[in-house]
């Protein structure tokens, strides 16, 4: 059994759905609608406010491109037993602030009524100096953060220290290390951001690189490094007073 219907959300837009009936449930899907209000505005009616909190910082204004939305509901309590939303976002997004942004960027979360959960899962990419890159950012669950992650095994050559300004908030990389480190060409071989659970805005990177060198020293003009792999971790990159790179 399947019948189409307008559900209005919370005053913001109304949708155009298709419910279909299935052996113990019913599904609502949205057909397809424009004019959508902000990611925020949207995840706040459907589900609520304490869901729509739980997005990671910078995401809740974000106007949306194209989306689709699933309700299922049953007999039993709760009637309503999960929401799966997927949508395409128009805006980029600020992941830190004034420095990094992710583009592209589509997004599929699911609320888990009958478990009280909520999980996500967003893919896109950043931009390191002229080096476009896939990334992921998953909630797996549960009470774990927001994480991000390199979205490939690909190890991109980035032009050099300077690339990597935006995942430490602007700040200076070679002022953090020995002079001459990583001069020229670097091999990015891993990226990784978390969310800090309360605020849900970054709290740390992980950045490793690798550099072919030579690294010369300056007091020993006879002796050189090769093969040098910088680890690098960031706390706090968008918060100038509170940021420390080691």
Same mark, same amino acid.
């Not at 559900?7 to 113990?24: C, F």
């Not at 995401?59 to 939305?69: D, F, P, Q, R, V």
């Not at 128009?90 to 992941?95: A, C, E, Q, V």
């Not at 950012?137 to 994480?147: L, Q, R, T, Y």
């Given at each position: 059994?399947?019948?189409?219907?307008?559900?209005?959300?919370?005053?913001?837009?109304?949708?155009?759905?298709?419910?279909?009936?299935?052996?113990?449930?019913?599904?609502?899907?949205?057909?397809?609608?424009?004019?959508?209000?902000?990611?925020?505005?949207?995840?706040?009616? +459907?589900?609520?406010?304490?869901?729509?909190? #739980?997005?990671?910082?910078?995401?809740?204004?974000?106007?949306?491109?194209?989306?689709?939305?699933? #309700?299922?509901?049953?007999?039993?309590?709760?009637?309503?037993?999960?929401?799966?939303?997927?949508?395409?976002?128009?805006?980029?997004?600020?992941?830190?602030?004034?420095?990094l942004e992710l583009e592209h960027v589509a997004l599929q979360l699911f609320v888990d009524r009958a478990g009280d959960d909520t999980s996500g899962f967003f893919a896109g990419a950043i931009r390191l100096g002229d080096v476009e890159?896939? +990334?992921?950012?998953?909630?797996?669950?549960?009470?774990?953060?927001?994480? #991000?992650?390199?979205?490939?095994?690909?190890?991109?050559?980035?032009?050099?220290l300077s690339a990597l300004s935006g995942v430490v908030g602007g700040g200076d990389v070679a002022g953090h290390l020995p002079a001459g480190f990583g001069d020229g060409a670097l091999t990015l071989r891993d990226l990784s951001m978390e969310f800090d659970p309360k605020t849900h805005s970054v709290s740390s990177v992980a950045v490793d690189v690798h550099s072919a060198g030579p690294w010369r020293l300056p007091e020993l003009t006879n002796f050189d490094v090769r093969d040098l792999t910088l680890k690098l971790r960031v706390t706090a990159p968008g918060d100038s007073a509170k940021r420390e790179v080691t």
């Open positions: 059994v399947s019948a189409g219907a307008i559900v209005t959300l919370g005053g913001l837009v109304d949708l155009p759905v298709r419910i279909t009936r299935q052996p113990d449930q019913w599904r609502v899907g949205i057909l397809g609608a424009h004019g959508f209000p902000s990611l925020g505005e949207l995840v706040a009616a +459907v589900a609520d406010p304490d869901t729509a909190a #739980l997005l990671p910082a910078g995401l809740h204004e974000l106007k949306m491109s194209s989306a689709t939305l699933e #309700l299922t509901l049953g007999s039993g309590d709760p009637t309503l037993r999960s929401i799966f939303f997927s949508t395409q976002l128009s805006d980029h997004w600020p992941i830190v602030e004034g420095y890159l896939p +990334v992921v950012v998953e909630k797996p669950g549960g009470s774990a953060p927001w994480k #991000l992650a390199l979205g490939s095994d690909a190890t991109p050559t980035l032009s050099g």
